[in-house]
T-cell receptor, first 114, second 116 residues
């Protein structure tokens, strides 16, 4: 069964800490994505990567960075966590367009910044 | 402008009845795909159904069908014979066929509650 694994289900960090959210997929997908999910706002794209070492900003990249050194791993970094980054973070992967390949999601990381 | 619009924050449906969840989209790309996802209270995102912009027929997957009206740019999800387990958040998403990017755009979701 295809799998996207996020390293933590729940995470509590303090303001100002550097936070790493890790995501690994075993489907050999070129494209990987980080979304943030907040009630009433749906899923908003933070960053995505269409290949190793390649990255593109999404709709809300401020305060975040990413790293993709290997095809299967896509990391989201909060350089200095703030309380407004408390949210659910979803990692996903997919094959490139064209085609009807859906996004495959991890189970999410609920991050609380205090 | 919003790429995906879901105008129903919450919906109720009686068990065994059919329900339609609305989704409109905005794109100038002739090649795109439309997706629906279900998110139960457990939080996992479950892929339900896909419709390509060039597909002639409406997509169907079991009790799920996608009412695709290209001229109106709508891609409504129809769930037939609702079950209690259908209670969840439902998200509509679009992927455009651009050379770079390959982004998926999501709507704000519709919370569906199935009433026994």
């Amino acid at each position: 069964d295809v799998k996207v694994t996020q390293s933590s289900r729940y995470l509590v960090k303090r303001t100002g800490e550097k936070v790493f959210l890790e995501c690994v997929q075993d489907m050999d997908h070129e494209n990987m994505f980080w979304y943030r999910q907040d009630p009433g706002l749906g899923l908003r794209l933070i960053y995505f990567s269409y290949d190793v070492k390649m990255k593109e900003k999404g709709d809300i990249p401020e305060g975040y960075s990413v790293s993709r050194e290997k095809k299967e791993r896509f990391s989201l970094i909060l350089e200095s966590a703030s309380t407004n980054q408390t949210s659910m973070y979803l990692c996903a992967s997919a094959t490139p367009w064209p085609g009807g390949s859906p996004l495959h999601f991890g189970n999410g990381t609920r991050l609380t910044v205090t | 402008a919003q790429k995906i619009t879901q105008t129903q924050p919450g919906m109720f449906v009686q068990e065994k009845e059919a329900v339609t969840l609305d989704c409109t989209y905005d794109t100038s790309d002739p090649s795109y795909g439309l997706f629906w996802y279900k998110q139960p209270s457990s939080g996992e995102m479950i892929f339900l159904i896909y419709q390509g912009s060039y597909d002639q027929q409406n997509a169907t997957e079991g009790r799920y069908s996608l009412n695709f009206q290209k001229a109106r740019k709508s891609a409504n999800l129809v769930i037939s014979a609702s079950q209690l387990g259908d209670s969840a958040m439902y998200f509509c998403a679009m992927r455009e066929g651009k050379i770079t990017g390959n982004q998926f755009y999501f709507g704000t979701g519709t919370s569906l509650t199935v009433i026994p």
